[in-house]
C-alpha cells in the first residue's frame, strides 16, 4: 500500500538508528572510562557487588597500612628496651665488679657514679619512649623485694596481666583487630619486710666511742635513725656509726605484740646500688629479675611484630584476589568492547543511510500524479 501520511519503514529505521546510537554511546563511555559498569542502568545487580567489594579492598587497603604502623611500633618500643638491657647488662657488670673485696670505697663511690646514670636513663627511657605521641610503656612498681639485709627475694609482677595494649585494626570490618601489648616496665619497688617489731628506745646521751650498727632492711622501713640521720636506703648493708638519740628497730620475740612494717617504695635508680658488698650481692639478684622482666617484654612485642607480618601478607593476597573479581564484574573488556563499538558504528551508519531511501519511497507518488 502507497500512503505519504505515514512511513512505517522510517519509523522502524529511526528505532533501529536510536538504538545503534545508544549502544554506539555505550561503547564509547565504557573505553574511555574502563569501566563496564558507568552508571546503574548498565547493571543494577553487578553495581551492588561492586560496591560492596570496594568498600572491603579501600578497608584492607588501610588496614595493610595499619598494620605496617603497628609493625614500626612494637619496632620502635623493642629498640627502646634494646637500649634499657644494655644498660641493665652493665649495671649487673659492675655489681659483679663492686661484689669483689679487691676494691676500695672510692672505687665502689665510682661504679656507684655510673650505675646512678645508668638507671636514670633506664627511668628517662619507660617514661619519654612515644610512638607518634603514644606513650609505648606504662612504669609500675616492681611489687615485693625485700632488699639486702634479710632472707626474702625478689618478686616481679605477672608480665602482659596490665600495661598498655595499642589495639591497631587489621581488618575492612569493624572488631577485627590485633593488639600490640607493652607490658608495664618497673622504674620503682615496694620494699618490704615479714618481720614485725618497733624502733628501741634512743641510746644513751653519750654513746660509746665504739658504738656502731649495721643497718638492716627493717631499720629503713621503720624509720630508724642511725648517726643521728634518718636511714636511707642506700644505708643498708652499711656499718654507720652511732650518735646520741638514735633509734633502731627491734624486732618482737612475741610476733602477735609487734606492729608490722609498712611497705616503702623506693626507685630502681636507688635499689641498684653497689656503693658495698651487700648491697652489691643484692642488686644481682634485683638486676636479674629485671632482665627476665625486659627480656619477657621484648618476646611480646616480637609476637605481636611477627603477627603483623602474618596479617599484612593475608590482607595483600586478600586484596589482589578481591581486585581480580571485581574487575570481573565492573572493568570494561576492551576487546569485546573494541568489537561493539565497530558493530554500533556500522549499525549506526547504515540506519543513516536507509532512513534517507525510506524518506525517498513517498516520493513515489509524485510520479503517479504526473500521468
Not at 93 to 114: I, P
Not at 330 to 359: G, R
Request: a negative charge; glycine letters at 8%; charged letters at 15%.
Amino acid at each position: 500500500m502507497t500512503v505519504i501520511n505515514s512511513n512505517a519503514s522510517a519509523l522502524r529505521i529511526q528505532n533501529s538508528a536510536r538504538l545503534a546510537s545508544n549502544d554506539l554511546a555505550t561503547a564509547m563511555a565504557r573505553l574511555s572510562s574502563g569501566s563496564r559498569i558507568n552508571e546503574a542502568s548498565d547493571d543494577a545487580a553487578g553495581l551492588a557487588i561492586s560496591n560492596s567489594m570496594s568498600s572491603q579492598i579501600t578497608g584492607m587497603s588501610q588496614a595493610i597500612s595499619n598494620a605496617n604502623d603497628g609493625i614500626a611500633l612494637a619496632q620502635t618500643a623493642d629498640g627502646a628496651l634494646s637500649d634499657v638491657n644494655n644498660n641493665l647488662q652493665r649495671i649487673r657488670e659492675l655489681a659483679v665488679q663492686s661484689a669483689s673485696g679487691t676494691y676500695s670505697d672510692s672505687d665502689r663511690a665510682n661504679m656507684q657514679t655510673e650505675v646512678s646514670h645508668l638507671t636514670a636513663q633506664i627511668t628517662n627511657t619507660l617514661t619519654t619512649s612515644q610512638f607518634n605521641g603514644v606513650s609505648l610503656f606504662d612504669t609500675m612498681g616492681l611489687g615485693s623485694w625485700t632488699g639486702p639485709g634479710t632472707s626474702n627475694t625478689a618478686t616481679l609482677p605477672a608480665i602482659g596481666s596490665n600495661g598498655l595494649a595499642t589495639t591497631i585494626q587489621t581488618g575492612a570490618n569493624a572488631k577485627e583487630t590485633v593488639d600490640i601489648d607493652t607490658p608495664e616496665i618497673p622504674t620503682t619497688l615496694d620494699v618490704s619486710s615479714g618481720d614485725t617489731g618497733q624502733l628501741g628506745n634512743p641510746i644513751p646521751s653519750e654513746p660509746k666511742p665504739t658504738g656502731t650498727h649495721v643497718v638492716t632492711t627493717n631499720d629503713f622501713l621503720a624509720g630508724a635513725t642511725v648517726g643521728g640521720a634518718a636511714v636511707a636506703y642506700s644505708d643498708i648493708g652499711t656499718t654507720k656509726s652511732s650518735a646520741i638519740g638514735d633509734r633502731y628497730f627491734e624486732q618482737d620475740a612475741v610476733p602477735i605484740r609487734g606492729r608490722e612494717l609498712p611497705n616503702k617504695s623506693v626507685d630502681v635508680g636507688a635499689a641498684f646500688s653497689v656503693s658495698n658488698t651487700t648491697q652489691a650481692n643484692a642488686s644481682l639478684e634485683l638486676v636479674d629479675a629485671y632482665i627476665a622482666t625486659v627480656s619477657t617484654a621484648r618476646e611480646s612485642l616480637g609476637a605481636s611484630e611477627t603477627q603483623l607480618n602474618s596479617v599484612v601478607n593475608n590482607l595483600s593476597n586478600n586484596v589482589t584476589n578481591l581486585t581480580e573479581a571485581k574487575s570481573q564484574i565492573s572493568d570494561a573488556d576492551f576487546s569485546v568492547e573494541t568489537t561493539a563499538l565497530a558493530k554500533a558504528q556500522i549499525l549506526s551508519q547504515a540506519s543513516t543511510a536507509m532512513l534517507a531511501q525510506a524518506n525517498q519511497t513517498a516520493q513515489g507518488v509524485l510520479k503517479l500524479l504526473q500521468q
